[in-house]
T-cell receptor, first 113, second 114 residues
Framework: SQTIHQWPATLVQPVGSPLSLECTVEGTSNPNLYWYRQAAGRGLQLLFYSVGIGQISSEVPQNLSASRPQDRQFILSSKKLLLSDSGFYLC????????????FGEGSWLTVV | GQQLNQSPQSMFIQEGEDVSMNCTSSSIFNTWLWYKQDPGEGPVLLIALYKAGELTSNGRLTAQFGITRKDSFLNISASIPSDVGIYFCAGQLRTTDSWGKLQFGAGTQVVVTP
């Protein structure tokens, strides 16, 4: 069966420090991968999605970047964190192709201080 | 990003009562999904709907894909304490431009009292 893992689960980082959140998917090949952010309140905002290795699409301009160095690995990064980057970050995956159901990871809490 | 209109924003109900929530959109979708999120965890898929008019049940949960493809509702019957959480609707387009991206509602917070 397919599983998705992301880490770290919680992170407290000072302003201006770098960030790296990792996500891996097991049990599937060539998945579509997504990074969402959930800030205070409840809405989920799509940040990045990827349909293949090295293919990244950004949804909103921001202080973050994403990379997909391997088929089932998706990384969210920042060179210098801002206070506004605090939030709950969720990695998600879906089967290759169009419109397959999206499944979420456990989430990573980031607090920028 | 763009969001769906989900209502109500929150519900305080007694154990055993039924719960109903809905989502509407100005755009049509190919798929409607309903997720539940517990505090500090990722959303978990409850029900997926793929055809206009489709009515699907999962235990005490029932969801329908509106005929116009612009709305969906979720019902929870005979609520129990573990139904507490935030419920999200999500619409999905199956096009090469959208690549299956989800548009989420703002969520419905459900609180169940004994």
């Amino acid at each position: 069966s397919q599983t998705i893992h992301q880490w770290p689960a919680t992170l407290v980082q000072p302003v201006g420090s770098p960030l790296s959140l990792e996500c891996t998917v097991e049990g599937t090949s060539n998945p579509n991968l997504y990074w969402y952010r959930q800030a205070a309140g409840r809405g989920l905002q799509l940040l990045f999605y990827s349909v293949g290795i090295g293919q990244i699409s950004s949804e909103v301009p921001q202080n973050l970047s994403a990379s997909r160095p391997q088929d089932r690995q998706f990384i969210l990064s920042s060179k210098k964190l801002l206070l506004s980057d605090s939030g709950f970050y969720l990695c998600a995956w879906a089967g290759a192709g169009l419109g397959n159901t999206i499944y979420f990871g456990e989430g990573s809490w980031l607090t920028v201080v | 990003g763009q969001q769906l209109n989900q209502s109500p924003q929150s519900m305080f109900i007694q154990e055993g009562e039924d719960v109903s929530m809905n989502c509407t959109s100005s755009s049509i979708f190919n798929t409607w999904l309903w997720y539940k999120q517990d505090p500090g965890e990722g959303p978990v898929l409850l029900i997926a709907l793929y055809k206009a008019g489709e009515l699907t049940s999962n235990g005490r949960l029932t969801a329908q894909f509106g005929i116009t493809r612009k709305d969906s509702f979720l019902n929870i019957s005979a609520s129990i304490p573990s139904d507490v959480g935030i419920y999200f609707c999500a619409g999905q387009l199956r096009t090469t431009d959208s690549w299956g991206k989800l548009q989420f509602g703002a969520g419905t917070q459900v609180v169940v009292t004994p």
